[in-house]
T-cell receptor, first 111, second 114 residues
């Protein structure tokens, strides 16, 4: 079945440093979504990417979807303590309703 | 807009008891999804429902677990004869269209089996 892998599992950064998490799927995806979950909280939808090679930005966050639509990345510039949490990617195969989540990257930011 | 409402937030059950988890989707959303999350783990898909229909239950264990989304009322995830391994956070999400939209998650139910 479809698998979505994310690396790294954990990332510790100093405030102000950049952060990147990578997501790879075993199959071609129709779209990929990113979510953020704060400690003790629930996942919150950040963005969806649909087109091959698509790049979207939200303030300090940059999301990319690979040309082959099998990988994606989230890059945060100049991290802040409010960025702390676990970032999940989630992908769908074509024609499937099921969203398959990666295991997430847990980000901690030292002030 | 009240968002996705899940209750209870915390549930403690003894081994062998039944657990009932409730989820009311956002107003206007007709697609409901249940996910399970173990500590330090990702979200594992369990089941996808629309009103009165189970669309995809490929992530549901074959025994003891069932889900419904009746015409009236919340979606229910039911776990019979709970075991310690059922302890997890169970999240419900809803969307107004299954394909191509982000999910809105509820706050989850933390189930502890003692």
């Amino acid at each position: 079945g479809q698998q979505v892998m994310q690396i790294p599992q954990y990332q510790h950064v100093q405030e102000g440093e950049d952060f990147t998490t990578y997501c790879n799927s075993s199959t071609t995806l129709s779209n990929i979504q990113w979510y953020k979950q704060r400690p003790g909280g629930h996942p919150v939808f950040l963005i969806q990417l649909v087109k091959s090679g698509e790049v979207k930005k939200q303030k300090r966050l940059t999301f990319q979807f690979g040309e082959a639509k099998k990988n994606s990345s989230l890059h945060i510039t100049a991290t802040q303590t409010t960025d702390v949490g676990t970032y999940f990617c989630a992908g769908r195969e074509g024609g499937s309703e099921k969203l398959v989540f990666g295991k997430g990257t847990k980000l901690t930011v030292n002030p | 807009n009240a968002g996705v409402m899940q209750n209870p937030r915390h549930l403690v059950r003894r081994r062998g008891q039944e657990a009932r988890l409730r989820c009311s989707p956002m107003k206007g959303h007709s697609h409901v999804y249940w996910y399970r999350q173990l500590p330090e783990e990702g979200l594992k898909f369990m089941v996808y429902l629309q009103k009165e229909n189970i669309i995809d239950e490929s992530g549901m264990p074959k025994e003891r677990f069932s889900a419904e989304f009746p015409k009236e009322g919340p979606s229910i995830l039911r776990i019979q004869q709970v075991v310690r391994g059922d302890s997890a956070a169970y999240f419900c999400a809803s969307s107004d269209s299954g394909y191509g939209y982000g999910y809105t998650f509820g706050s989850g139910t933390r189930l502890t089996v003692v």
